[in-house]
């Protein structure tokens, strides 16, 4: 076959690929045996960003002398040469920020003998853009557009964003026939990995991921980008694949294939260039990869922004939550609650609350300055963070905290009160005044705390009493 004439025949940048095939789906070398004038001035005076590993074009020379070698690139080469098989690929590979293929693999109706196997051949057709189609991204089967859709009702429909996730995560594992299927999101300020959802398929005996989320987890994760390799996700389906990722990662793949892992779809979880995590398929159905990967290709674009939403509405809920210097609940906050404790007509349930004040903030903030006033809020609130739960602590404002505690008794109660008055005893800075109160009953919230104000109020006086010098300086620094 004159392959140079065959190839010149198409007018967008075409070659030829050879695949060594081996039979049982095993594969050797895959190599660009020729390609026409457009495709060889792609690798010989490429755009900007699409530069290839090496500028010169070498006839019948292995892929991997041009890029990274990339499994998926592999597995569309071998699908279109060995199983004769049409197929078409939109995607944007990591390794080129800003640009998206369009690419067309043909088989070529010939093939050669060679030692153990025989030699196949395909087209690889490619076009460049600079920026996503959304035409193209929208083109895909009628089964995988049907999921797709799926997806996005489930996502959008559902009141709880955690719920319908879950449900979403249970249908793509079983897309994918696959054992265990997991959302990993990953914080990269605070070096930590959490597990969204995931799901597994009944008999499984496979773990759960927060088994494995330990300190160093975060590093294993990291080290995914290397895995990939700059292609757009990693589909390792039988040995020959996983022999690759051990090659590139062989921590991860002992981590992998010793927690039971035979085989894995990895996709990075996306907005923008903002990594928001990962997700996978195990142990799943090989057979399937090609409906898997179009699926989850366009699936991602989805979950990735509705992932990236939920975390910035959790964000922007903190926020309005948590008081900023001190990091306990704001006033905002403690009002809601009160008022959800107020008209809770659920199961009688005893209360329990604590205003804490804080003794000489005023001079603190006059003598030494509103920095070391807001160094004394926060000693002061890492005291009773030591103390109680982050969802019991508020800061009413000024130098007022409230603590709100359900199903508490009256010892308990006045054992807190102790343990702050040894805290605060030990603190050379920090020095409490503290008003209790206590009631069967939740509901009667608002007139705790009042009682509870009214006597902090009471203990702060006494307080003065024993340290006049301190109660002359205020009020002398008051009168300026």
Known sequence: ????????????????????????????????????????????????????????????????????????????????????KCLHSYAKPDRMEGIWFNMTFLPVDYEEEIEGGKLCFCTYTMEINFSADTKRLS????????????????????????????EVIADIRELCDAEHCCILLMNHEERTCTV??????????????????????????DSWKSVIAGSNCLIAKNDQDMAVVKERNPIWYESLTSAGGRSIVLFPLKFGDELLGYIWAINFAAENAPKIKETLETTTFILSSEIYNSLLMDKLKELSSFDMLTGVM?????????????????????????????????????????????????????ILKDYFNLNEIFRAGGDEF???????????????????????????????????????????????????????????????????????????????
């Open 1 to 84: 076959m004159d392959i140079k004439q065959f190839v010149n025949g198409f007018g967008a940048m075409t070659c030829v690929i050879s695949v060594e095939s081996f039979g049982e789906g095993r594969y050797g070398k895959i190599r660009i045996v020729d390609g026409n004038d457009s495709y060889i001035n792609s690798i010989e005076h490429p755009a900007a960003g699409v530069e290839m590993l090496i500028q010169k074009f070498i006839p019948n020379s292995e892929y991997t002398n041009y890029l990274t070698r990339d499994l998926n690139f592999e597995d569309y080469s071998y699908r279109a040469a060995v199983e004769k």
């Open 139 to 166: 083109t895909i089967s009628a089964d995988v557009a049907s999921a797709v859709l799926e997806t996005c009702i489930k996502l959008r429909s559902a009141k709880d964003f955690k719920v319908s996730i879950s």
């Open 196 to 221: 969204l959802c995931e799901s597994f398929s009944e008999g499984s005996k496979l773990l759960p991921m927060d088994n494995y989320l330990d300190e160093s987890f975060y590093d294993i994760a």
């Open 330 to 382: 704001n006033r905002n906050e403690m009002n809601n609650y009160i008022d959800s404790l107020s008209a809770d007509n659920g199961d009688i349930e005893s209360i329990g609350s604590l205003f804490v004040d804080l003794n000489g903030l005023k001079r603190i903030n006059d003598e030494q300055g509103h920095v070391a006033g807001d160094n004394l809020l926060k000693d002061a609130a890492n």
């Open 402 to 480: 409230i603590i709100i505690r359900l199903g508490i008794d009256k010892n308990e109660l006045d054992q807190m009160v102790e343990k702050l008055r040894a805290a605060s005893e030990k603190h050379e800075t920090v020095k409490f005044a503290i008003g209790k109160c206590f009631d069967e009953d939740k509901r009667n919230v608002k007139d705790v705390l009042r009682i509870a104000d009214e006597r902090m109020y009471e203990d702060k006086k006494l307080y003065y009493e024993k340290h006049p010098e301190l109660k002359y300086r205020e009020n002398r620094l008051k009168i300026k």
